[in-house]
């Protein structure tokens, strides 16, 4: 004997999960109808994909018989017929939902029931258009939306609830929307242009505005000037230079007349060195300025450190070290007095910056 199977289950029927009916929402909005009736159609569609893929399975087992089969392929049919019927109302209800629309707006832009007779002209159908639309439009508009009228003069209320007349204000709003955007992304553009001038005109502003007190430009200038000190004491090992490197020549012809000054001053590194050394404790002086009248006899020591060896022990350095000493100067010299311009602490030169700064 076969062996008994389950039986296949039936298929539901409206007793047992009764259905919305559609014309039991006929009360609603023509909106609220159209979802109803695709939600439903959804469903059919949905019930009968489940009883085809049941049926199928049954049939594969061999647990359905012919005349389950065919109640299942007839309870099946009937619900697509249902699916289809309703979106064929839920398609009809939102066509009712346009012309709802379109005739809710059109008494809005006559400011009157559809029964008045009232018919708007150019002028009118402008105000109302920007009052209920909230769209500007130009004489080329209005003139576009007029001709919607046989005549062209007036707009009824056939000519503004019609179709004709919703695709062209549509399309006057739409093309609104892109001129929006576009000036939208424009205005960004410039928005995002201006804060890239402003973030470079900040950069370029922090990089001259000092983190120090320095005194503003004349206090940066005057900042400079102490290191002329050390410049004339190192001119003497950068002479052999000069041969080598010709455009170094009017810097020594230039600075000659001073070292000459100085040297003709009794003591004169001496006298400098004891008034930076005094100046750069002056609190009320300039940060910037203290600290470069520091750094300044700092460098000028170690300058004339070979000169005082030499002088107490008889022990000369070898020439071939003079350049070394002189561009080892100018390179300190050179970074100080950019930092300076740039309202900067030079506090980059290692041990000198750390004599530099246990001396203030």
Do not use: W
């Not at 009017?250 to 930076?276: D, E, Y």
């Amino acid at each position: 004997t076969p062996t008994s199977r389950p039986p296949l289950a039936s298929p539901a029927t409206p007793a047992d999960a009764p259905a919305a009916s559609p014309r039991a929402s006929s009360a609603l909005p023509a909106g609220a109808q159209a979802a109803t009736m695709a939600l439903l159609a959804a469903g059919a569609a949905a019930r009968c994909r489940h009883l085809q893929r049941a049926a199928r399975s049954q049939a594969v087992r061999g647990g359905a018989s012919a005349v389950t089969r065919a109640a299942v392929e007839s309870e099946a049919s009937r619900l697509e017929r249902q699916a289809a019927q309703l979106r064929a109302e839920a398609q009809e209800l939102e066509k009712a939902k346009a012309v709802e629309r379109r005739a809710a707006r059109a008494e809005e832009l006559l400011d009157a029931t559809r029964d008045s007779g009232a018919t708007v002209g150019p002028e009118a159908l402008s105000a109302s258009v920007k009052k209920v639309v909230g769209l500007t439009l130009s004489p080329n508009d209005v003139r576009e939306l007029m001709a919607v009228s046989a005549t062209g003069d007036r707009l009824g209320f056939d000519d503004l609830a019609s179709v004709a007349f919703d695709a062209a204000l549509e399309k006057l709003v739409a093309a609104q929307d892109a001129k929006l955007s576009a000036e939208l992304a424009e205005r960004q553009k410039e928005l995002a242009a201006e804060a890239e001038r402003e973030k470079m005109v900040s950069s370029v502003t922090s990089l001259f505005s000092g983190d120090a007190d320095d005194g503003g430009p004349t206090g940066r200038a005057l900042a400079c000037l102490p290191y002329l000190l050390p410049l004339l004491d190192g001119l003497p090992y950068g002479l052999s230079l000069a041969s080598f490197v010709p455009f170094l020549a009017p810097l020594f012809i230039t600075l000659g007349p001073l070292l000459g000054l100085k040297n003709a001053i009794p003591f004169g590194t001496f006298i400098f060195l004891l008034g930076f050394q005094f100046l750069c404790r002056n609190q009320e002086l300039p940060g910037l300025l203290r600290y470069n009248l520091r750094q300044a006899c700092v460098i000028d020591v170690l300058i004339l450190l070979p000169s005082f060896v030499a002088g107490f022990t008889g022990f000369r350095i070898p020439d071939t070290l003079d350049i070394p000493i002189f561009i080892l100067m100018a390179i300190c010299i050179g970074y100080s007095l950019v930092c300076t311009a740039l309202g900067k602490t030079p506090s980059g030169l290692g041990f000198v910056s750390d004599a530099t700064e246990r001396g203030l």
